[in-house]
């Protein structure tokens, strides 16, 4: 049994020039203890999906289950039990922190919300989590503005684990950290994970960070789920023309070797009021009059799932 399941979820925003489509009809699965990697340009619905399934935002339309039951539409209540498995690790370290709360504070907001564990139950739990995440105890009466981005961050990290979820929405967590930083955080997150079981959805414009975290990668393009597959056979086997592009980008740390960028070209289509066809057309190559129609996403082989009506024909 999965532990969540999207189904054709859908999240629109309406503005004076018409009805925006961050999300679109995007459906995937995810297990217990696995990691799913979201990728795409900035303002492809990456942060707008993962707000939209721990209703940060409420969705326009399709389902969502967790543990196999229905959460699309929760109760107030059924919401408040909800976020004890449903939580996120935002993307800037500072801002989403509160800067009139210590760690302590911060970290153990949560708990009290909650409202059932004492107070002397609370510190214990605080006093653990900042040993859990690297937070030195010296640290607990700091405020934000006295820490650097790492720990910060770890204070984020703490407080997303407060309330032991099931699942945690990481906003592009580390981007905002140095390179030296990045690996320390990841590879606590990934610590984590197997101790406690825990379930990712990790959203990252950096294509080497979500290879080397995820299990299963979905592609989007202006709200479209464009390519969904296993981390190892996106690398090695990308299928949709926009997949092609963004690993062709990735630097190479061999200054011998030699790799064909592919440089896209064209505008940007507007997400306000998209018509039927693929949506990366003006800027692919290999687009025809074909490719005006609605695309469905298509399953090549056991899990990669493409929507592209010209893969087959462009498969090198």
Avoid: W
Wanted: proline share 5%.
């Amino acid at each position: 049994m999965a532990l969540l399941e999207v189904q054709n979820l859908k999240k629109y925003f309406k503005n004076p020039r018409g009805t925006l489509h961050a999300v679109d009809d995007v459906s995937f699965t995810l297990d217990r203890g696995k990691t799913i990697g979201v990728v795409g340009e900035s303002g492809c619905g990456k942060t707008t999906l993962g707000r939209t399934i721990i209703h940060l935002i409420e969705k326009t339309g399709g389902k969502i289950f967790f543990e196999d039951k229905d959460v699309s539409d929760p109760t107030k209540q059924e919401l408040k039990a909800l976020r004890e498995n449903m939580q996120i690790i935002f993307q800037d370290p500072y801002s989403s922190l509160n800067p009139r709360k210590s760690v302590s504070e911060t970290i153990s907001e949560p708990m009290k919300v909650q409202g059932k564990m004492s107070k002397a139950d609370i510190r214990a739990e605080m006093i653990s989590l900042m040993d859990t995440v690297g937070l030195a105890k010296r640290f607990e009466n700091a405020y934000p503005h006295e820490l650097d981005g790492g720990r910060r961050q770890r204070i984020g990290v703490a407080r997303a684990l407060a309330l032991r979820p099931k699942f945690i929405v990481c906003d592009e967590p580390v981007s905002a950290l140095d390179v030296s930083i990045q690996a320390q955080i990841i590879n606590l997150m990934l610590d984590l994970q197997e101790e406690r079981g825990l379930a990712y959805m990790f959203v990252t414009h950096d294509l080497s960070v979500v290879k080397y975290i995820s299990n299963d990668i979905i592609v989007m393009y202006l709200g479209n789920m464009v390519e969904m597959a296993p981390s190892e056979e996106l690398f090695d086997n990308p299928l949709h023309p926009y997949t092609k592009a963004l690993l062709s980008a990735i630097p190479e740390p061999d200054i011998h070797s030699q790799v064909e960028r592919i440089i896209m070209e064209g505008e940007i289509t507007s997400p306000i009021n998209p018509k039927p066809g693929c949506r990366f057309m003006a800027r692919c190559r290999y687009a025809s009059d074909e490719c005006a129609a609605p695309q469905v996403l298509e399953e090549h082989t056991a899990g990669h799932f493409v929507m592209c009506c010209k893969y087959k024909s462009i498969i090198n």
